[in-house]
Nanobody
Framework: QVQLVESGGGSVQAGGSLKLSCVGS????????MGWFRQAPGKEREMVSI???????NYADSVKGRFTTSQDKVKNTMYLQMNSLKTEDTAVYYC???????????????WGQGTRVTVSS
């Protein structure tokens, strides 16, 4: 599995912003579809955004217009800019390299360790 490392989580008040980062290898950023997922307490892990290896990005309806994902392929880093945060955005956020969005490339398969985001009212 690929190695991914997230950072940038923390505590913020509702309406605030945070920017998460996910660092990986050059291979990942050259070949893999990647996404952000989150898991709130007591809930299943859900997709936040997915960027396929062809560059197409999709967002969950719950974050559209508030969250933006981007990649810096020089720094081998993926970002998730989160604006207008809501208490329901509280979760552990994970980055993922996903073979399904990588044209079936199973070398693109892995999760980061997660970074916790807490949004208070």
């Amino acid at each position: 599995q690929v190695q991914l490392v997230e950072s940038g989580g923390g505590s913020v008040q509702a309406g605030g912003s945070l920017k998460l980062s996910c660092v990986g290898s050059q291979y990942i950023f050259s070949n893999c579809g990647m996404g952000w997922f989150r898991q709130a307490p007591g809930k299943e892990r859900e997709m936040v955004s997915i960027t396929s290896s062809d560059g197409t990005t999709n967002y969950a309806d719950s974050v559209k217009g508030r969250f933006t994902t981007s990649q810096d392929k020089v720094k081998n880093t993926m970002y998730l800019q989160m604006n207008s945060l809501k208490t329901e955005d509280t979760a552990v956020y994970y980055c993922r390299a996903d073979p399904f969005y990588s044209g079936g490339n199973y070398a693109c398969n892995g999760w980061g360790q997660g970074t916790r985001v807490t949004v208070s009212s």
